[in-house]
């Protein structure tokens, strides 16, 4: 009797010990997933981004870069897209100031009309970047930074290749025609500036007419219609400030009976994949590249932000040149 009460104590013993253990483990597995959970669930910051629409193939490899990126640093994103009007950022900035997001990020339409909505955004005490496109205004601190392209500096380059075009050519007159971005944006102004700026030494150059695309395709096409109308074969260059205007642009050349990229020198901004492709084709002879992947550096600078450190106040990406003068097979896919 003792033996069996011996062996039936141990066995009793050690079912109540594995069932210790057992509880035990459970305790700290489920305390690991829980820390586990809160660290990855948990964002890092919550984020106010205004789109300004979806009116090309780049603001819609911008919005994505955005998207991902913040997925990829653990910022939560409060996005919304403006439709191309600048009372929709207005009231979507108001609303990041109500939620009290940490920090917000816009692409301004237009440089002006942002001093009293910005104010009450610094009165809240949230700091601001800009993306893509910068503001004109006389108050200080509004914002943090801007992190975007040298307009500037690609309209220069797409001067400075079209003076190495009529070298090669040995053109003795060029007839420019230029379709702008939006009347008062930050690329508009800027790479219009730019590009008159690097041609103007060069008595060969003429600008005919500076006429607004507003960026959209549509209005590309009008335009180039327009001018086709008014100048005809006078035309020797056109300068577009997009790709999309620039694709708008090609059918209308093409209907007049000229070829383009032979007729006509092209000239565009941006280096989207579809635009890219018709420049191995031989319709565009430069392209600008103008990255629209700008959201590691936007969730980077929002966070340092948020833990309060300082930041450049100026970002640009480092952009290239894609044109005729080189080997096209090299230019890889381009995202977007």
């Known amino acids: 009797m003792k033996m069996m009460y011996n062996a039936s104590g141990v066995r009793s013993m050690k079912k109540t010990l594995s069932i210790l253990l057992c509880f035990v483990m459970t305790v700290f597995v489920l305390a690991g997933c829980q820390a586990d959970s809160g660290k990855k669930g948990e964002p890092s910051l919550l984020l106010g981004f205004s789109q ?13 870069d955005i998207e991902e990126q913040a997925e990829n640093y653990g910022v939560s ?30 692409s301004p339409i237009v440089e002006d009309g942002w001093d009293n909505v910005l104010m009450e955004a610094k009165e809240a005490g949230i700091p601001v970047i800009l993306v893509d496109r910068d503001i004109s205004t006389e108050e200080e601190d509004l914002t943090t930074c801007l992190i975007g ?21 040995g053109l003795e007159h060029l007839n420019i025609v230029e379709i702008t971005g939006t009347d008062n944006s ?24 500076s006429i607004d695309g507003d960026f959209i395709k549509s209005r ?95 970002i640009h990406p480092e952009e290239k040149v894609f044109s005729d003068e080189m080997n096209l097979s090299e230019i890889g896919p381009r995202g977007y």
């Open 52 to 64: 300004i629409g979806s009116e090309s193939a780049w603001r819609l490899g911008n919005t994505r």
């Open 77 to 106: 994103l409060m996005f919304e897209n403006a439709n191309q009007k600048q009372e929709n950022q207005i009231a979507a900035i108001r609303r990041f100031i109500a939620y009290q997001v940490d920090v917000i990020a816009f």
């Open 149 to 169: 392209a040298d307009f500037y500096k690609e309209g220069v380059m797409a001067g400075e290749y079209l003076i190495r075009k009529a070298d090669s050519l």
């Open 186 to 209: 930050t690329p508009m102004r800027q790479r219009q500036a730019g590009f008159a700026d690097a041609i103007a030494g060069d008595e060969r150059m003429e600008i005919l007419e």
């Open 220 to 314: 590309g096409e009008e335009c180039m219609r327009s001018l086709l109308e008014e100048y005809g074969d006078e035309i020797d260059v056109v300068y577009s400030h997009n790709d999309e205007m620039t694709l708008g642009a090609l059918p209308e050349i093409e209907k007049a009976g000229l070829v383009p990229g032979k007729d006509i020198i092209i000239i565009s901004i941006d280096g989207g994949q579809e635009a890219i492709d018709v420049l191995k084709q031989g319709k565009i002879n430069c392209v600008v590249e103008c990255t629209p992947k700008l959201g590691k550096e936007v969730m980077e600078t929002a966070i340092r932000l948020k833990a309060g450190e300082k930041v450049e106040g100026v």
